[in-house]
């Protein structure tokens, strides 16, 4: 696609529930990278893949939270059993190399745990 | 961890004034990035620098990896440079380290 495309926008579930959390990556972008930014909290790195590989997975929070990309495209994280913490703004973008080549940001998805 | 820390914290300017945004970090890295945060919260990637000098249109950067800081160089500012700005610093010895400093909130007036 044109842009990095993010589904939900916007998503508010209960406390306990499971997320998924989709990210569509520029076309032929190999490089994908999640992000969260809550209130207060600023901005933090999640995870990245290299293709369909993520090299290091120690930036996700806990235990609860899992990505996973297929065919070098798109890409779900998934937060089971949301906690109210785990309310913010779950931004994705994708590289077509390296980190400096054509980073492009989606727009992002809000998440609310009530 | 690596600290990473921007100053200053908050920026008021007139149009068509310039400003510098300061980016310190704690250790040595391997790739640094400025973003932009527009007031409707989309991020834009300004740089990949992790060393040396690049410009684009009236923003430049400059990297001093040997001193560990980051300078973002704003031009004659434009009302549509407002928003907060980010740097991030990425280490990739041992563990995946990336970090974000806490950001330069800038607001250009009319």
């Known amino acids: 696609g044109a842009g990095v495309s993010q589904s939900p926008s916007n998503k508010v579930t209960e406390k306990g529930k499971d997320v998924e959390l989709r990210c569509d990556p520029i076309?032929?972008?190999?490089?994908l990278y999640w992000y969260r930014q809550s209130l207060g909290q600023g901005l933090e790195f999640l995870i990245y893949f290299q293709g369909n590989s993520a090299p290091d997975k120690s930036g996700l929070p806990s235990d609860r939270f899992s990505a996973e990309r297929t065919g070098g495209s798109v890409s779900t994280l998934t937060i089971q059993r949301t906690q109210q913490e785990d309310s913010a703004v779950y931004l994705c973008?994708?590289?077509?190399?390296?980190?400096?080549?054509?980073?492009?940001f989606g727009s992002g998805t809000r998440l609310t745990v009530v | 961890g690596i600290q990473v820390e921007q100053s200053p914290p908050d920026l008021i300017l007139q149009e068509g004034a310039n400003s510098t945004l300061r980016c310190n970090f704690s250790?040595?890295?391997?790739?640094l990035q400025w973003f932009h945060q527009n007031p409707w919260g989309q991020l834009i990637n300004l740089f990949y620098?992790?060393?040396g000098t690049k410009q684009n249109g009236r923003l430049s950067a400059t990297t001093v990896a040997t001193e560990r800081y980051s300078l973002l160089y704003i031009s004659s500012s434009q009302t549509t440079d407002s928003g907060v700005y980010f740097c991030?610093?990425?280490?990739?010895?041992?563990?995946?380290?990336?970090?974000f400093g806490t950001g330069t909130r800038l607001k250009v007036l009319a």
């Open positions: 076309s032929g972008h190999t490089a």
């Open positions: 620098i992790p060393s």
């Open positions: 973008a994708s590289s077509s190399g390296g980190i400096g080549y054509g980073y492009t």
């Open positions: 991030a610093v990425v280490k990739t010895s041992g563990t995946y380290k990336y970090i």
């Open positions: 250790d040595s890295v391997n790739n």
